[in-house]
């Protein structure tokens, strides 16, 4: 995203990332993208546009009068957007969830669906408090369930991140129990967690595998035969055959997790796992760090 030597109002930026999304992704952007999803008028929504062509991104847009809206330019550059699939399928998706709501909305075209997994449950209560406590860097008294042991018990933790990952929150904490940081996940919270007002000793700064960044190197399952080597590369975009992320340590089980792809195990059918992780000695994983954010992620501590 492009700084801009000017500050934005937050409703004007979420309709300038509006006006590229719709207009990078399907092609043709009118007013009334920006009527229908803002409840502004049609003057307003014109103005959006024009001082975003304007002041914002000259060039980017093109008005078509054979389509009735304006398209991407040649040579548009996303300004206020990454450029990336995924601010579109968040934008559906924001869309569907309106309207699933609000049943007179209509935010999004029947050409389009959205498939839904099950939510875990986080209270309201829960996430007032860890946002409290991680904003203002005190300390957190919770009740905290775990699967192993199965029981509910006293923790005193110094939370510093909120850190969401596909359907479930979890807090990155220092756990006084256990005298380092840890995940925590939110639905696992009892009772209303107490913001005590003893400010944090153990805080990011300390946390070393948040701290540390380390790369992933991804390429197609090597049990795959050349052509499907090749395809699979496509998918993701990979230069010769290599795909490299960038993530903190902390992160990096979640990552993988999510691609499906285990530290220490591979599935047998290498149509269904289609790629590997290629440098794993050298990410510097603990083990008992690895299996505790595999079995948060999957809801199993």
């Not at 959205?114 to 209270?123: D, E, H, K």
């Not at 909120?162 to 696992?188: Q, T």
């Amino acid at each position: 995203m492009k700084k801009t030597d000017w500050p934005i109002r937050w409703d004007l930026l979420l309709r300038y990332r509006l006006i590229e999304i719709i207009a990078l992704w399907e092609g043709r952007l009118t007013t009334n993208h920006i009527c229908h999803s803002f409840g502004i008028g049609r003057q307003q929504a014109s103005k959006d546009i024009n001082t975003y062509l304007r002041e914002l991104a000259p060039g980017n847009l093109v008005y078509d009068r054979h389509l009735k809206g304006y398209v991407p330019s040649d040579n548009f550059k996303p300004q206020v957007t990454t450029g990336q699939v995924s601010e579109y399928q968040d934008l559906l998706a924001r869309q569907d969830s309106l309207s699933n709501t609000f049943e007179s909305l209509d935010l999004s075209g029947s050409e389009s669906t959205i498939l839904r997994g099950p939510q875990r449950i986080i209270r309201p209560e829960v996430m007032r408090a860890v946002v409290a406590a991680t904003r203002q860097t005190r300390l957190l008294k919770a009740e905290y369930a775990s699967l192993s042991p199965a029981r509910t018990q006293q923790q005193t933790l110094e939370p510093h991140t909120l850190v969401c990952v596909g359907n479930s929150w979890h807090l990155r904490a220092w756990c006084d129990k256990n005298r380092e940081f840890r995940d925590f996940s939110l639905s696992r919270f009892r009772g209303t967690p107490a913001v005590m007002r003893q400010k944090s000793r153990n805080t990011q700064q300390q946390d070393d595998d948040w701290n540390r960044h380390i790369t992933i190197v991804l390429m197609p399952d090597s049990r795959l035969n050349a052509d499907q080597q090749e395809i699979i590369a496509a998918d993701y975009g990979m230069q010769d055959h290599r795909m490299e992320l960038s993530t903190r340590a902390a992160l990096a089980p979640y990552l993988l997790s999510r691609m499906g792809l285990g530290l220490d195990h591979q599935h047998p059918d290498p149509m269904t796992q289609q790629i590997e992780l290629v440098n794993e000695e050298q990410l510097g994983i603990g083990e008992s760090a690895r299996e505790r954010s595999i079995k948060a992620v999957a809801g199993l501590s």
